[in-house]
């Protein structure tokens, strides 16, 4: 199975900060990776797939970049609702798997 | 607009057996593949496995198999996950989710907390 490391396991940022968080492929997924918001107690939200490709109705703050194994996600300017943990997944290859999460918190 | 309606809480007994829903609306059921997934509390989510809605053709995790087994009725577009001989690593929260076209899940169920114990 292709394992996904996620980094850093949980953060906090201030009000409009920008904020990254890096996702490590066992192996090169060819940009078959997206990126989920899941907020507590809720299910799981699409923000990003194909690697840099904004979900229809996602905030222009968020983008997603990255190529081979290497995968990042960016939050530029914090808001209060995106407090949350983020998960990425691999659809390169069966099974698909999610990295751990990354809790995110307003400082 | 896309709605997937999940069953209710289950409390099950170990080695007891259970099934799960997930009711549709808003698309062509048949059309798309719909996947379950599994997130213990506090961890990592886990994809279970897939069924097309069209012919019912599943794909599962190989960790999972002998697990779940899911089904669709097309007529109500409905998706169900059987889950059986449960233990208490069965416990969990599990999610429907649709399948889109880049293999992304776009599209949950709110969840079912499933929880094993006698």
């Known amino acids: 199975d292709i394992q996904m490391t996620q980094s850093p396991a949980s953060l906090s940022a201030s009000l409009g900060e920008t904020v990254s968080i890096e996702c490590l492929a066992s192996e090169g997924i060819s940009n078959d990776l997206a990126w989920y918001q899941q907020k507590s107690g809720k299910s799981p939200q699409l923000l990003i797939y194909?690697?840099?490709r904004l979900q229809d109705g996602v905030p222009s703050r968020f983008s997603g970049s990255g190529s081979g194994t290497r995968y990042s996600l960016k939050i530029s300017g914090m808001q209060p609702e995106d407090e949350a943990d983020y998960f990425c997944q691999q659809s390169y290859k069966y099974p698909y798997t999610f990295g751990a999460g990354t809790k995110l918190e307003l400082k | 607009e896309v709605q997937l309606q999940q069953s209710g809480a289950e409390l099950v007994k170990p080695g007891a057996s259970v099934k799960l829903s997930c009711k549709t609306s808003g698309y062509t059921f048949s059309n798309y593949y719909m996947s379950w997934l599994k997130q213990m509390p506090g961890q990592n989510i886990e994809w279970i496995g897939n069924i097309y809605g069209g012919n019912g053709g599943t794909g599962y995790n190989q960790k999972f198999k002998g697990k779940a087994t899911l089904t669709v009725d097309k007529s109500s577009s409905t998706a169900y996950m059987d889950l059986s001989s449960l233990t208490s690593e069965d416990s969990a929260v599990y999610f429907c989710?649709?399948?889109?076209?880049?293999?992304?899940?776009?599209?949950w169920g709110q969840g079912v907390m499933v929880t094993v114990s006698s």
């Open positions: 194909a690697a840099s």
């Open positions: 989710a649709r399948l889109s076209s880049y293999h992304v899940f776009d599209y």
